[in-house]
DNA sequence: GGTCCATCGCAGGTCGACTTGCGTTAACCG
DNA sequence: CGGTTAACGCAAGTCGACCTGCGATGGACC
């Protein structure tokens, strides 16, 4: 008698429609059970795929997150550019920070965190490389005499980025338009009188 | 016939002084192994204890090693007063990047990102008590007249120490004091010429 | 100094990350 | 279109985090 159920033939997906498929899952995953959830296992057995695959390809369980999210995640924070200094950077910023309130945001950016030991290299190039783009902003205003020509961009962009990041990671606190404006104001005009 | 090693007594300490002896441990691992060394297991061992009394007390790794952390690492980060918000602001922020550069102190920062999800309050009590306390310096700055009326204390500071904890945790970039100083004087008078 | 109970030790177990060896097949190449 | 081989499936296993039940004892209290 031939078999009832036809015992859902394995499919056998390889290369790169078996990495599309991992890297779908684990981005459901992710949206539907949070972090915790996203685990190898249910990844795998979610794109019908043997968990050892899975951990031949990407290695980690934190290098498969990572790569589905910077996949995924292409948001690429477009660069602004207005003809004023403080309209580039509250567009930017404020992409910055709606980005970061999301669950993915979230997501990755505590995962560029982990990265303890092996290959100390790689840290967080996905951000690094979104937040270099940036200091284009500030060179302009450097040039059209907005902004002091000792003016260090890095350090600009650091001084802003840096406490929305804080609060995702560490404080919890909100970000919000308001906190945007006031990062963006404190650096271009100080805290002093003027 | 006698046994001919005693077995080493069970010592058996329980209490606060099994509390101190796995606290000590698990600096002591910390220490010379790094995070990743600090097993349970390990902890447990050394301090002559069983991992289940570990588990039974802490609950989870993750409170055992910030438990240990923040009990030795109690750098109470003084905050000056000499007059000159400059002068308060630099001393503090370079108080703080020479203990986040130490391995306890970036320990205790990757620990404190942790905390996906059980019990979501209690979120890095270390850091913002010990900021909290720093937006005094502001707040005697603005009443000397050195800052601006409308200055938001908490800002400035998230301002200064962001950088610094993302320097930690993403980038790892240097912390130095010309870092801090290119921070505080940012924030002190903005990127616009004077 | 005897009693009692919270605190421990200990054995055994679950679960997820990660590895290894071997058999099998999809996919590209000529 | 047949052959080769790298890419999979699968079984079995290690290791650490974390849990559970039970028996044993340290210590505080009377």
């Known amino acids: 008698m031939s078999s009832p159920e036809p015992v859902a033939p394995p499919l056998r997906r390889r290369g790169e429609r078996m ?15 949070g972090l915790a959830g996203a685990t190898v296992g249910a990844v795998a057995r979610a794109a019908g795929v043997h968990e050892t695959s899975v951990y031949r390809r990407w290695g980690t369980r934190e290098n498969l997150i990572l790569d589905a999210l910077t996949t995924e995640l292409d948001a690429t924070l477009p660069v ?4 004023r200094v403080r309209d580039d950077l509250l567009a930017f910023f404020s992409a910055l920070a709606r980005l970061l309130v999301t ?3 979230r997501a990755l950016l505590r995962l ?4 303890d030991d092996a290959l100390e ?5 996905y951000w690094s490389e979104r937040l270099d783009r940036a200091v284009l902003m500030v ?3 450097v040039e059209r005499g907005e902004l002091a020509a000792d003016t260090d961009p890095g350090l600009l962009i650091e001084a802003v980025s840096g406490p929305l990041f804080v ?6 606190a909100p970000l919000d338009e308001v906190l945007v ?9 100080g805290a002093r009188p003027r």
Chains 1, 2 share one sequence.
């Open 19 to 33: 990495r599309r498929a991992v890297l779908a899952a684990a981005v459901d995953l992710l949206s539907s059970q």
């Open 80 to 83: 602004p550019d207005t003809g």
């Open 103 to 105: 669950a993915q945001g």
């Open 112 to 115: 560029s965190v982990e990265q």
């Open 121 to 125: 290299d790689r840290r967080g190039p």
């Open 139 to 141: 060179r302009r205003g």
């Open 167 to 172: 609060r995702v990671l560490l404080s919890g």
């Open 181 to 189: 404006r006031g990062l963006v104001d404190l650096a271009l005009d």
